[in-house]
């Protein structure tokens, strides 16, 4: 018995191909994820970021996390840390944390300024003398946790 337009036996081959298909797909696209994930170069620069970071007396992140976050080029850490708009993120989170009128500067901790140099250092280190002469222009001193 026939429903629609084709028979029973073209509409199952339909279903089995088109099942097919989305399994082979779905394969490829998990071993294609797993690929980008397991990146040596990204995993061995997290581990170096990691260690400096420990050597350094300051909290790390797991190395896979630091992986998946910066990749194997720095992510937006790298992009350009000498750029008014990257200068501009980096003062606006130096911060009170108010908004709007309330929002004042204030000493910033040297801890951060730091990890994002030992950042900058595993991950673009030709961009490092960029980001610390912008150091500055800021007020940095050692502030609570």
């Not at 976050?69 to 008014?84: H, M, R, Y």
């Not at 993120?89 to 910033?108: D, E, F, L, M």
Request: hydrophobic share 40%; glycine share 8%.
């Amino acid at each position: 018995m026939t429903t629609g337009d084709a028979p029973d036996h073209k509409r199952r081959w339909i279903y089995i191909t088109a099942a097919v298909l989305l399994v082979v797909f779905a394969l490829i696209g998990l071993l294609t994820f797993r690929g980008i994930r397991e990146s040596t170069e990204a995993n061995a620069k997290a581990e170096q970021l990691h260690n400096n970071l420990v050597a350094a007396g300051l909290p790390a992140p797991e190395t896979r996390v630091i992986a998946d976050a910066l990749g194997e080029d720095g992510g937006s850490v790298c992009q350009d840390p000498s750029s008014p708009l990257i200068k501009a993120k980096y003062q606006a989170s130096i911060t009170n944390g108010a908004a709007g009128p309330g929002q004042r500067p204030v000493i910033g901790p040297n801890d951060t300024v730091k990890a994002v140099a030992l950042t900058i250092a595993v991950y673009c280190p030709d961009r490092l003398p960029d980001y610390l002469s912008h150091l500055d222009t800021l007020k940095l001193d050692d502030t609570t946790k």
